[in-house]
Antibody
Framework: QLQLQESGPGLVKPSETLSLTCTVS??????????WVWIRQPPGKGLEWVGT???????YYNPSLNSRLSMSIDRSKTQFSLSLSSVTAADTAVYFC??????????????????WGQGTMVTVSS | DIQLTQSPSSLSASVGDRVTITCRAS??????VNWYQQKSGKAPNLLIY???TLQSGVPSRFSGSASGTDFTLTISSLQPEDFGTYYC?????????FGQGTRLDMK
């Protein structure tokens, strides 16, 4: 059974860089049928897509974060990572890593988040 | 960005009730809608994808439908484990976006 687990510091100072890692266990990251994402949820609020890293290694970021965000993947370690620079209190959130799967039906392809980590709370504060 | 508006924002219901949650898109998104359930302190769980396809392992009391830009999640007979917050998500275009959530609690 595939499992995802986030890790990283729970407290980051304003203007510094937030770095998180998601470790995938119980399966391989070498299947081109899947991509990998970060999603965040500020306390008491809804879900916000952060970014996606595709099997090819290419990335796509939320435009609202694009200039501060970087994602990478290490298939040999079955990990992918997030780096968000110049953080402010607005970046305080639970950060989830998840798997992006694809389904083909009726001539079209749809993607969805079918496996999630438990989430890790990151607070930005001095 | 495509906006998704869920209604109601919250509702109270009893075990055995039929519950319907609606998600309206700001423009046409075909059937590119997914539904998730989130319980307090936990990660979201995929229920339905492509508007009406039930994810493997999800009870058949959950169903989804679409009509134009309106998408509906229905729970045919509410069970105690169904309480929580429900989110719709569109994967029609990037950035993918979520509805604001519908909180379902016990009456």
């Amino acid at each position: 059974q595939l499992q995802l687990q986030e890790s990283g510091p729970g407290l980051v100072k304003p203007s510094e860089t937030l770095s998180l890692t998601c470790t995938v266990s119980g399966g391989s990251m070498s299947n081109s049928a899947y991509s990998w994402v970060w999603i965040r949820q500020p306390p008491g609020k809804g879900l916000e897509w952060v970014g996606t890293i595709y099997y090819s290694g290419s990335t796509y970021y939320n435009p609202s974060l694009n200039s501060r965000l970087s994602m990478s993947i290490d298939r040999s370690k079955t990990q992918f990572s997030l780096s968000l620079s110049s953080v402010t209190a607005a970046d305080t959130a639970v950060y989830f890593c998840a798997r992006l799967s694809y389904s083909y039906s009726g001539g079209f392809s749809i993607d969805y988040f079918d496996m999630w980590g438990q989430g890790t709370m990151v607070t930005v504060s001095s | 960005d495509i906006q998704l508006t869920q209604s109601p924002s919250s509702l109270s219901a009893s075990v055995g009730d039929r519950v319907t949650i609606t998600c309206r898109a700001s423009r046409s998104i075909s059937n590119y809608v997914n539904w998730y359930q989130q319980k307090s302190g936990k990660a979201p769980n995929l229920l339905i994808y492509a508007a009406s396809t039930l994810q493997s392992g999800v009870p058949s009391r959950f169903s989804g439908s679409a009509s134009g830009t309106d998408f509906t999640l229905t729970i045919s007979s509410l069970q105690p484990e169904d309480f929580g917050t429900y989110y719709c998500q569109q994967s029609y275009t990037t950035p993918t976006t979520f509805g604001q959530g519908t909180r379902l609690d016990m009456k």
